[in-house]
């Protein structure tokens, strides 16, 4: 695709109507300028403790140049959290039957609109086939599972501000945010509609997922993981913060929880919850991720209390003895009261993204390790599937889940314990 210049759109060229008048890219340019003069304040100087700009998505995702940073405005009163606000009516904190089991799921993850989709390497329908994996094995129901419920502008703004949300409106904006350029030139109410509302029932569904692990020991949201958004930017095919909100959502409407772990697993930084709970203690983050890949992010690297920077190819009898050397020393130093798990996939072998490589066996047994150790402190895990860009990625997550449930560490009656102490070494007869 040749790269579009902004002036093109003056000379006409690329042009496409819209209800104002203007052209896509004109408004594209319009928009950029705007967001640099907000970031920049009164006077042009830029906001007092402001982190260094971070790039939106991985250099040349997208046709031309990367777009700026969106700005930062009042994104915490104090260190730990935005500013205090009164609790608003949610649906996402319904109660939920004691029959079903606390996996969440929609149909409506799933991201389909003329082939568009498919222009990113993600599988944006792998929610569905691992769902359809887990029915196959005869292993649950649609009258089993919780259904997601799209989370709405008043559920975002716990954490998100009103300009990031304002500007998702723009499809230049989401084009960026996701990598697909082509969504530049469509209406926003249909980018709205076939990208953006997938995205906000998968981060519903981390949020209702979050209370579902506190009140049963465990729960598994097939989806979210959106760990490159923070409150006021987003990428990484990431546009909402549903880690940064569930945890938030926690700390606001249940009582008794007020610390939190999060264990970041994907093959990427998770550098959106990062940013986000800078400073604040109640957070500790443990984060595994390939050190050579995006987002690089030195500013966010700063919020991780237990860090582990791992080397192309990474294999598995080294990757899981890391991961759990530094699970327990992160729940010797910080006792959370829930452990969110962003259990990516996007470390497995032949992942070019990921550039590690982890086979089939040991993400499951990654997996069944947090299970373990979590669940022997008595710990409640929120388990979310983020990143993993290959076609077989969802063959895995269900294989996962359904070793989870062989050896009891979830179920309808799985108990608050693991049948294993976790003072003793998972791993010496599986890995050699």
Partial sequence: MPR???GDARRGNLARPSPNGRGFLSQARIYWFSLRKAQAGPGGAEPAGAPPPAEAVRPGACPGRAAPPLPVEARWSAPGG???RMSHTTQLYQPVPDTRLPIVYSPRYNITFLGLEKLHPFDAGKWGKVISFLKEENLLSDGDLVEAREASEEDLLVVHTRRYLSALKWSFAVATITEIPPLILLPNFLVQRKVL?????????????GKLAVERGWAINVGGGFHHCSSDRGGGFCAYADITLAIKFLFERVEGISRATIVDLDAHQGNGHERDFMGDKRVYIMDVYNRHIYPGDRFAKQAIRRKV??????EDAEYLGKVERSLERALQE??????????GTDVLEGDRLG???ISPQ???KRDELVFRVARGRQVPVLMLTSGGYQKRTARIIADSILNLFDLGLIGPKSPSASAQSSDSSLLSQEVP
């Fill in 309 to 314: 920077e791992l080397e192309w190819g990474t």
């Fill in 362 to 364: 040991g993400i499951v």
């Fill in 4 to 6: 579009i210049q902004l």
């Fill in 355 to 357: 550039g590690l490589s």
């Fill in 82 to 84: 935005p500013a205090t």
């Fill in 334 to 343: 910080h006792r959370p009261d829930v452990l969110v798990y962003n259990a």
């Fill in 197 to 209: 509302k997938p995205l906000r029932t998968q981060t519903g569904g981390t949020v209702m997922a």
